[in-house]
């Protein structure tokens, strides 16, 4: 599988801080990018995807494509303690075959 | 947000042994997928699955493993001889039109 890869973090942030994480894709070809977020020992939730260069917000969260540099970013405004987590970047081809990376862990500091 | 679930929650086999691990989706979903996680490590892509075909399927997918809906509703993976390395956490997800939710998988364990 093509690889995908992640800042490897840990990240840590204040309390109502933004939390910037970061993404590289090494298959030029892939189209389909998506954010989860993974507590320990549960299963990923899917937060946002994204498909177009540019940037899609979502609430708290901001999802930022660059196509031509081939990085995909997550913004976490006004971070909570509930934000505190492992997040894993996505991409593919399709939908239908995708590869995560390892995971940036973010813990937020009360 | 789609609900399913997985069965079991743990399994615990010897290396050698068979082992069916099934996804119960709630709602009606088109396309399936499993994933498996090793401890500490990333998730990996096994296989898609859509209108009772395989879609996609990695380098890790290979003959040992087999993917089917038997009745409609379960969708399941078969291991047909299980390795040590096999031992992971495995996710079944739902999807179509760009969505894909994980169940709370099914932690295998091969001794």
């Known amino acids: 599988q093509k690889e995908v890869e992640q800042n490897s973090g840990p990240l840590s942030v204040p309390e109502g801080a933004i939390a910037s994480l970061n993404c590289t894709y090494s298959?030029?070809?892939?189209?389909?990018f998506f954010w989860y977020r993974q507590y320990s020992g549960k299963s990923p939730e899917l937060i946002m995807f994204?498909?177009?260069?540019g940037d899609k917000e979502d609430g708290r969260f901001t999802a930022q494509l660059n196509k031509a540099s081939q990085y995909v970013s997550l913004l976490i405004r006004d971070s909570q303690p509930s934000d505190s987590a492992t997040y894993l970047c996505?991409?593919?081809?399709?939908?239908?075959?995708?590869?995560f990376g390892a995971g940036t862990t973010v813990t937020v500091r009360a | 947000e789609p609900e399913v679930t997985q069965t079991p929650s743990h399994q615990v086999t010897q290396m050698g042994q068979e082992v069916i691990l099934r996804c119960v989706p709630i709602?009606?979903?088109?396309?399936f997928y499993w994933y498996r996680q090793i401890l500490g490590q990333k998730v990996e892509f096994l296989v898609s699955?859509?209108?009772?075909?395989?879609?996609?399927k990695s380098e890790i997918f290979d003959d040992q493993f087999s993917v089917e809906r038997p009745d409609g509703s379960n969708f399941t993976l078969k291991i047909r001889s299980t390795k040590l390395e096999d031992s992971a956490m495995y996710f079944c997800?739902?999807?179509?039109?760009?969505?894909?939710?994980f169940g709370p998988g099914t932690r295998l364990t091969v001794t």
């Open positions: 298959d030029r070809g892939s189209q389909s």
């Open positions: 709602s009606n979903h088109l396309y």
């Open positions: 699955f859509y209108n009772n075909e395989i879609s996609e």
């Open positions: 994204i498909y177009s260069n």
């Open positions: 997800a739902l999807g179509g039109g760009h969505e894909q939710y």
């Open positions: 996505a991409g593919g081809p399709n939908d239908y075959k995708l590869s």
